[in-house]
């Protein structure tokens, strides 16, 4: 049996981004400028990366669905919206500055404990969240106990978050950016919308948000769509976009950044109590089968279900797919059951009926909702982290070479073939090669190279993850009209009728 991901070493974060910005997936934004925080461009094949993994979301969740349509709503909405939802009021983070350094922390992710020794205590330690955050501040525990040169045994370490911390514990906690108290702020709200004017007048009455989220939108045309789109309860509507949000801590990458998208359903169910727990189980294996079927291993995505006293009030249950990150299990997909909070909020800022008539049960109601919302770039990083493996294989002297390879799934891989000939200097073979590319090249991207040593070529294409790698050579057109297939992931390799090609591949691509 081959070796799952989860036994196998998970990449570093260093590693992927460094094969992303080598090989052009992604980039820091405005990066001759020094960059900007929270900001990543998407080159020329994260582009396409991005885009297959858009497409195989719609594909499963629009058209090969009879309950699901899509929309495609406005970034920027009329601000009533996000007062109706709740977002100018609550959507907000808590915030800590230090002083000293100037640094900015999101207070629950900055980690802190008092120093015990036999029970006295003889400091405190911060740390930022992270997998290894207990060990370190267990070390910094032990730092301090040895400096003070304090007898007796240290008390466990019991970490808490800022927010949790007691106003007189302000003063003692250390910034963990200089390691000293007395510089850490008390935590404050900070709203995390980006806003903006709408017209040339820049006053109160102009001002406007870039979505944080694009639910918001599917709400304010759940009317449009009931009205227009032949749609029944239970339904559901999907869209994909662009979100913003001013994060306080941008960080790892893709993972959490200002601007990213968003690919979420709202799925409209009738009020009874019946219904959505159902519905809810059903959505959260939904959306772990399509990780699945993009080549996610099942072992990598677990459930967090959050506990009842930490829903908002409306919420009656909330599960996170939780994905093994190289820095640790993060959310990548949340499912939320939000009763029918939002459309009876837009109700009563609009004053426009979100009622439907449910035929079948022959009443009238404001209809439930089950949320399914997951991050396009998340995606993109979970993709890239259960893609990435490190191996050895013979180069072309038959000696044991080191090589990094992307195991995407073919639905997904940016090129779905590469298309060599043999040599670049036969135009015979060059011609016969450029024939298949652009058969190919109709129905899917697929990639050329004539460069160096056909094992460089090997190389170049497993680093970026392409499936199949195809050589036209001589028995190609002296012998047989065959050429050779070789697969990434095993290095073996077929010879296939040039005819057979297309129709392999679609097997391959399609299932
Ligand atoms: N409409 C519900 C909603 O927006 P959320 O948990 O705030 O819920 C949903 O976001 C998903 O969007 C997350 O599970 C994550 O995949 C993605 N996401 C949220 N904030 C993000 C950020 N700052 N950067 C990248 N992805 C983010």
Request: charged share 30%; hydrophobic share 35%.
């Amino acid at each position: 049996m081959s070796e799952t991901k989860a036994e196998s070493t998970l990449p570093t974060l260093d590693a992927l981004v460094t094969l992303c910005k080598r090989r052009g997936f992604i980039f820091q934004s405005s990066e001759i400028y020094g960059g900007y925080a929270g900001f990543f461009d998407y080159g020329p094949l994260g582009a396409e990366l991005k885009k297959n993994v858009k497409d195989a979301w719609w594909q499963a969740m629009v058209h090969e669905r009879d309950d699901i349509v899509g929309l495609d709503s406005t970034i920027i909405m009329h601000p009533e919206i996000w007062h109706a939802s709740g977002h100018v009021g609550g959507f907000n983070d808590p915030m800590v500055d230090c002083k000293e350094s100037k640094k900015r922390y999101r207070a629950d992710q900055l980690f802190f404990s008092p120093v015990k020794v036999d029970g006295k205590v003889i400091g405190y330690v911060s740390v930022e969240e992270s997998g290894t955050m207990q060990a370190e501040a267990e070390e910094k525990a032990a730092e301090m106990k040895r400096k003070q040169a304090v007898q007796g045994t240290l008390d466990a370490i019991e970490l808490k978050d800022y927010t949790e911390a007691a106003e007189e514990e302000y003063e003692l906690i250390p910034s963990p950016a200089t390691g000293k108290p007395g510089s850490l702020t008390p935590p404050r709200q900070f709203n995390l919308m980006f806003e903006t004017q709408v017209g040339p007048l820049a006053d109160a009455s102009s001002t406007s948000y870039l979505r944080p989220e694009t639910a918001q939108g599917i709400f304010q045309n759940f009317k449009n769509v009931v009205d227009t789109g032949r749609v029944k309860i239970p339904f559901g509507i999907a869209q994909i976009g662009k979100a913003f949000r001013n994060e306080i801590t941008p960080r790892n990458f893709i993972f959490r950044s200002r601007e990213f998208e968003q690919m979420e359903i709202e799925y409209f169910i009738d009020p009874d109590e019946a219904t959505w727990p159902r519905v809810y189980r059903e959505w959260i294996d939904t959306c772990k089968a399509w990780l699945v079927s993009i080549g996610i291993p099942e072992e990598m995505v677990s459930e967090d279900v959050h506990p009842q006293d930490k829903l908002s009030h409306y919420s009656k249950g909330t599960t996170d797919l939780m994905f093994t990150f190289p820095f640790g299990t993060q959310e990548l997909w949340g499912i939320a059951c939000r009763g029918n909070f939002d459309l009876t909020q837009h109700q009563k800022h609009s004053t426009k009926s979100m009622e439907l008539f449910d035929e079948a049960r022959k009443e009238k109601y404001i209809p439930h909702v089950v949320e399914p919302s997951l991050g396009v770039d998340r995606t993109v990083l979970a993709v890239l982290t259960a893609a990435y493996c490190e191996d050895e294989v013979p180069n072309d002297k038959g000696k044991p070479e080191k090589r990094t390879l992307l195991k995407f799934d073919p639905s997904i891989a940016p090129f779905k073939a590469a298309v060599f000939p043999l040599l670049k200097n036969k135009p015979e073979l060059v011609e016969k090669a450029r024939g298949l590319y652009k058969q190919l090249q109709r129905r899917w991207n697929v990639s050329w190279d004539v460069s160096g040593a056909i094992g460089r070529r090997y190389r170049r294409q497993d680093e970026i993850g392409t499936p199949y790698c195809i050589t036209i050579d001589f028995d190609t057109i002296e012998k047989d009209d065959t050429v050779t297939v070789r697969d990434r992931d095993t290095t073996e390799q077929i010879r296939l009728p040039i005819t057979e090609v297309e129709g392999w591949l679609a097997e391959k691509i399609y299932g």
